[in-house]
Every structure is written in structure tokens, then in C-alpha cells.
């Protein structure tokens, strides 16, 4: 039982003990009773705990603080809520139903609790968390956005801090986390791109081969191949009008071919979120050129002849 004998005078204390006026009293935390030290007696209850609710087992300062609180949210700052007055004047506070939070702050608290849901699902870091809830917070004063879903504008949100912090996710990956339709997200994404004059780098086929050969557990040299086929691509010009994803697709899809771990096309479709069509028409432009779109130094475990043409692809 955890407890503390507490020295002070009976009239600093105000209780004393009846019957042994002079005794002192001790302090029982766990219970939240007061206790006389010679006859026992509860003389006072409900006392408030003031020390930590763990143990730590150690007296060492240099122990960090347990505490499972947390600094405050700095974006919901400033915020506020009022209690509705009723016919006779303000109601008691104890009356929750006439405690209400303004529409701003609503809409903030429902924002904030979707960006960090949908930021847990994508396995997005704190860092980006708090990028998307700013911009979520920015993108509520416009009035182009007050009629969109919150949902999607909070997505939207996500998806930019996402590229503003190098690590980009694809429309359809947000789409996954989500009930918003791609139509509505890239909506409210145009939107705030547009009233927050918001700065994006054009997002490449290299921002997704790392985390694309991740999941289809590729080695690093195919990953490494799979880069420079998709460089080689852009830079001469073999695949105009396509998408950085499907190019980056059919990259890792050529580079496991004359590997040791030849993916399927369907294997990567699923993961890069395109369909097996669009990875066969950037796969087909590539296809003539991938003597030249090999990085040189690539030690290949099946010979480059081999690679399947594009009828042909499974």
C-alpha cells in the first residue's frame, strides 16, 4: 500500500483524529484515505492523488518522464467553444447537449482525426501529419472549398503534403484509404493547389521505384536497373503522354524479366495501382529500345533477347 505519513500540526491539517487529537495522520493514495497512525480510523476520503499513476522503480532523475499526455496540437490552437444560451440565460455547464463547438472548429476536429486515420494507413511519418493538418487548416478559410466533401479535402490535403515532403503516393493509393472518389480528391486537390498557390515538383517515375521494388521484395539490383530504364525513357523521349507510375510499372516489369525474380504483370499492376493495359503501352514503346535503356554495368541472369515482346505479356 502506497502511502505517506504526513507531519503537520491537526490544525494545519483541519481533520484530526477524534480520538487521538495529537496522532498524525497517514495518507493513503491508493485508497484516498486519510488514516489515523494509532487507532486506525479513516478520518477523511476522497483525496486527490498529486503523484505520477506509475511506478518507476527508480529514484535516477536522468529517467525520462513517462507522462502518456503529450504536447499540445500547435494547429489546434486558438480554437474555442460556447455554451448556448437558453430562454432563461446560460444553462450550467453540466448540461453537455448545449456545449457546442463553432463550425470552424467542427470541421477542424473532423479533418484532423481523417488525416491522421488515412496518414496511419499509408504509414506516413508525424512529420508529414502535421504538414497536411496546416494545409487542412489553410484550406478551410477559402470560400471555393466550403461546399466540399471534408473527406476529400482532407485526402487532398494528405496527398499534397505527401509530394511537398518527398515521399508521394499514387491518386489510386490515397483512393484505398478512403471513401472519397478519385474525381472528388483531384477536384479539391486543383483546388487547393489553386487558392493556396501551393508549389508541387512534378512528381517522376523515381519518387515510387523504391517503395514499388520494396513490396514486390526485388533486389537491389533490379531496382537500380528498373531507375535508370525509366531515366533513359524520359530523356529520350520513348514514352511521351505517360504516366510516371506506368512507366516506372513497366520498368520493374522489364528489369525482373532477365532477373533471377521475374515478376508477373500482374504482380506489379496490384502494386503500382495501374492497369495491365497501361503498363503494356509504355511497355511497348520501351521494349525496342532496351539494349539502350540497360544500364551498361547490369549483370543479366537471363540475356536481353528474352525478354517477352508485348503480345506476349504475362
Known amino acids: 500500500m502506497a502511502s505517506n505519513v504526513s507531519n503537520t500540526s491537526p490544525a494545519a491539517n483541519q481533520l484530526v483524529c477524534?480520538?487521538?487529537?495529537?496522532?498524525?495522520?497517514?495518507?493513503?493514495?491508493?485508497?484516498?484515505?486519510?488514516?489515523?497512525?494509532?487507532?486506525?480510523?479513516?478520518?477523511?476520503?476522497?483525496?486527490?492523488?498529486?503523484?505520477?499513476?506509475?511506478?518507476?522503480?527508480s529514484d535516477d532523475p536522468s529517467r525520462p518522464d513517462p507522462s502518456r499526455v503529450g504536447s499540445t496540437d500547435p494547429v489546434l490552437q486558438n480554437l474555442s467553444t460556447f455554451i448556448q444560451p437558453s430562454a432563461n440565460g446560460f444553462e450550467p455547464p453540466n448540461h453537455?447537449?448545449?456545449?457546442?463547438m463553432d463550425t470552424t472548429t467542427r470541421k477542424l476536429m473532423f479533418g484532423f482525426a481523417m488525416i491522421a486515420t488515412m496518414a496511419e494507413r499509408i504509414n506516413a511519418p508525424a512529420s508529414i501529419v502535421s504538414h497536411a493538418k496546416t494545409i487542412f487548416k489553410q484550406a478551410l478559410e477559402p470560400a471555393a472549398l466550403t461546399h466540399r466533401s471534408l473527406e476529400a479535402v482532407s485526402v487532398a490535403c494528405l496527398y499534397i503534403a505527401c509530394r511537398q515532403e518527398g515521399v508521394p503516393r499514387t491518386f489510386k493509393e490515397m483512393c484505398a484509404v478512403c471513401s472519397a472518389s478519385k474525381k472528388e480528391i483531384g477536384r479539391c486537390f486543383k483546388l487547393i493547389t489553386k487558392v493556396l498557390a501551393t508549389s508541387l515538383d512534378h512528381i517522376t517515375s523515381e519518387d515510387f521505384m523504391q517503395r514499388f521494388c520494396s513490396k514486390l521484395f526485388l533486389p537491389h539490383e533490379v531496382q537500380k536497373a528498373a531507375t535508370h530504364i525509366a531515366q533513359k525513357a524520359f530523356e529520350a523521349d520513348l514514352v511521351p503522354d505517360r504516366s510516371p507510375i506506368s512507366v516506372a510499372a513497366a520498368a520493374i516489369y522489364m528489369a525482373s524479366q532477365v532477373s533471377a525474380t521475374a515478376m508477373s504483370l500482374k504482380a506489379v499492376a496490384a502494386i503500382a495501382g495501374v492497369a495491365e493495359l497501361t503498363i503494356k503501352q509504355s511497355y511497348k514503346l520501351m521494349h525496342p529500345h532496351a539494349w539502350e535503356l540497360f544500364p551498361r554495368t547490369h549483370l543479366f541472369y537471363k540475356h536481353i533477347g528474352m525478354l517477352p515482346t508485348w503480345k506476349r505479356l504475362v
Open 18 to 57: 477524534p480520538y487521538h487529537p495529537a496522532a498524525a495522520l497517514v495518507d493513503d493514495y491508493h485508497t484516498g484515505d486519510m488514516i489515523c497512525s494509532d487507532c486506525g480510523l479513516i478520518v477523511g476520503d476522497r483525496m486527490i492523488d498529486p503523484s505520477s499513476e506509475w511506478r518507476t522503480f
Open 96 to 100: 453537455f447537449s448545449f456545449l457546442k
